[in-house]
């Protein structure tokens, strides 16, 4: 909903200003007319219209509640942060413990657990994606799912 959408921003910006973490929000296309006047609600926020497929390589993690670019994420072995502060609504299996290291998702529900978590991803060495994003050719992939149904 927008007005989560928003509380969310006011959360993440007062976040980046007390932890001193840049935070790049990518909007939604839908958003894109609204881009400076957010900008300048939340100067702190970074805000940009590029591709997400180009900025998986320049940040630690994705932070979402709910959207198609957890799966763009993992794809692009970049963890995820599921943050749901309302404690509704789990998107995918995900790891609840914020100090756990090398999770690919994690499930956090507040500021401290947000914190504690960024500061294990930054510890992770080996993030294990395996459960999330499969290893095989996309065509394999595809051959496989047509002959399991074709086969049975």
């Known amino acids: 909903m927008y007005y989560e959408f928003i ?3 006011f959360f993440l910006e007062k976040f980046s200003r007390k ?16 881009i400076e006047m957010l900008k300048k609600i939340f100067t702190k926020l970074q805000f940009s219209k590029k591709k ?18 957890i799966e763009d ?8 942060i599921l943050l749901d502060r309302w404690k ?7 790891e609840t413990n914020p100090n756990k290291k090398n999770s690919a998702v994690y499930y956090i529900n507040d500021e401290a ?6 500061k294990t991803i930054k510890a992770s060495k080996k993030i294990n ?6 290893l095989n050719n996309y065509n394999i992939n595809i051959n496989k799912l ?7």
């Open 19 to 34: 932890y001193n973490y840049e935070i790049l929000i990518k909007l939604h296309p839908s958003a894109y007319s609204q």
């Open 73 to 80: 994420s993992l794809n692009s072995n970049c963890p995820v």
């Open 7 to 9: 509380d969310n921003l």
């Open 129 to 134: 994606f395996s459960d999330y994003v499969s």
């Open 88 to 94: 509704r609504y789990q998107h995918c299996e995900a």
């Open 146 to 152: 047509v002959n399991k149904y074709i086969l049975n």
């Open 52 to 69: 997400i497929s180009s900025t998986f390589k320049n940040i630690l993690a994705t932070i979402s509640f709910s959207s198609t670019v």
């Open 113 to 118: 657990g947000l914190i504690k978590c960024i």
